[in-house]
C-alpha cells in the first residue's frame, strides 16, 4: 500500500491557476503510475491526468488537455498537478491515485487513494 495526502485545493477566481500536490510516501521513481481523478457531487469519479512510473510518459482526459499539467518531482516524493484559467466547471474533489501498473484511466484500477482535496471556484 501507499499512502497519498493531497494538498493545495481551496476557494479560487475564475480565471487563476491552482496547482495541487500529492505527497507520496513511496519513492515517485517507483513502479507505479501516479493520477489524479475528480469527482464533483452528483457525478462519478473520473479520470483527469496519469504520468507513467519511471519514463515521464503523460495522459490526459480530454477536458484537461491544454489546460492541466501533471508533473511529478522524484526528489520530494511528490506529484502536481497544475490547472490553469480555472472555471466553474472544474469544481470538485480531486484525487490522487497510484496503481503498480501501466496507466489506465478507470478508477477500479487503482487500489491506493488520498483522501481528497477540494477546488471550488467563483466568477
Known amino acids: 500500500q501507499v499512502q497519498l495526502v493531497e494538498s493545495g485545493g481551496g476557494l479560487v477566481q475564475a480565471g487563476d491557476s491552482l496547482r495541487l500536490s500529492c505527497s507520496v510516501d513511496?519513492?515517485?521513481?517507483?513502479?507505479?503510475?501516479m493520477a489524479w481523478f475528480r469527482q464533483a457531487p452528483g457525478k462519478e469519479r473520473e479520470f483527469v491526468a496519469a504520468i507513467a512510473r519511471i519514463v515521464l510518459s503523460k495522459f490526459y482526459a480530454e477536458f484537461a488537455k491544454g489546460r492541466f499539467t501533471i508533473s511529478k518531482d522524484n526528489a520530494k516524493n511528490e506529484v502536481y498537478l497544475l490547472m490553469d484559467d480555472l472555471q466553474p466547471d472544474v469544481a470538485a474533489v480531486y484525487y490522487c491515485a497510484a496503481r503498480g501498473g501501466g496507466n489506465r484511466t478507470e478508477a477500479n484500477d487503482y487500489d491506493n487513494w488520498g483522501r481528497g482535496t477540494r477546488v471550488t471556484v467563483y466568477s
Open positions: 513511496a519513492p515517485t521513481s517507483s513502479p507505479y503510475t
